[in-house]
């Protein structure tokens, strides 16, 4: 048998985080300071706690987020660029007693995928939908993203994105908020403690609702892209205080309720 040590008891007695079994042994491979590890791991700690591991699918397309089946030890499908919504309700529809959700940037999201999302949404697929935004394509240069806000500088529009000439911004969580096929509609962050709080709560409740069979789930996290904003981690936090959280305002906007 074993010796038992005491300093090991009082470890275990005092241990405030453990690392959720849900997680690869594969080092994260984000830029230090991105928001996705966060994000994978308020996912998995829901999933986890709810007790669905073995009945819990995801779809992750192209960007960043491609790379989360490297890290959730989950079943994971990949989709094309932007139809990660259609292919989690394919099996969805083929397995509807199992979890499944999408876990997409916003140039996939709301750029490629803006038909798919609506679309989803609007019919009420029983799935959750993850979707992290950085206002930037991450992945592949920081261009301009449907997401990028009013004066931000990218890659492609180096003088800051010119309403005039580029449009507004689009607010998806505002827009699938609308649609009647929504159950819960939640916009977060995830770069302090309490807000990462806030995120877990939301998440873990928008697969309360695909349990409850409500309709579609959809949560936000505004994020920072600290090298597609060309920034320190520290600088691009500050940044997105104080001018993505103005324009992308954090909170629930839809909630039907699960009685």
Same mark, same amino acid.
């Given at each position: ?102 876990? #997409? ?37 920081? #261009? ?116």
């Amino acid at each position: 048998m074993a010796e038992i040590k005491l300093e090991d008891i009082i470890k275990e007695e005092n241990k405030v985080f453990s690392k959720t079994s849900l997680f690869t042994e594969k080092p994260l491979s984000y830029c230090p300071g991105c928001g996705h590890g966060v994000a994978h791991r308020l996912v998995l700690e829901a999933i986890e706690e709810m007790g669905i591991v073995e009945n819990v699918i995801g779809v992750a397309p192209v960007g960043c987020s491609v790379l989360a089946y490297e890290f959730m030890n989950i079943d994971m499908a990949e989709a094309p660029h932007g139809r990660a919504t259609a292919l989690a309700t394919g099996i969805k529809r083929v397995y509807p007693e199992k979890f499944v959700f999408t876990y #997409q940037g916003d140039g996939d999201l709301a750029a490629i995928g803006t038909g798919e999302t609506i679309h989803t949404c609007n019919r009420g697929e029983n799935i959750t939908i993850v979707f992290i935004n950085n206002g930037i394509y991450g992945m592949t240069g920081g #261009q301009m993203a449907p997401t990028t806000i009013p004066k931000m500088k990218t890659s492609t529009s180096p003088y800051g994105r010119q309403v005039d000439m580029m449009g507004h911004p689009l607010k998806m969580t505002e827009i699938v908020a609308q649609l009647p096929g929504t159950c819960f509609v939640a916009r977060h962050a995830v770069h302090t403690p309490a807000l990462v709080r806030k995120a877990k709560k939301a998440i873990r409740t928008a697969f309360e609702y695909q349990k409850a069979k409500k309709g579609t789930s959809f949560v936000e996290i505004v994020s920072n892209c600290n090298s597609g904003w060309k920034m320190t981690p520290i600088q691009a936090i500050k940044w997105l205080e104080e001018n993505m959280l103005p324009f992308y305002e954090l909170g629930t906007l839809k909630e039907i309720g699960l009685d």
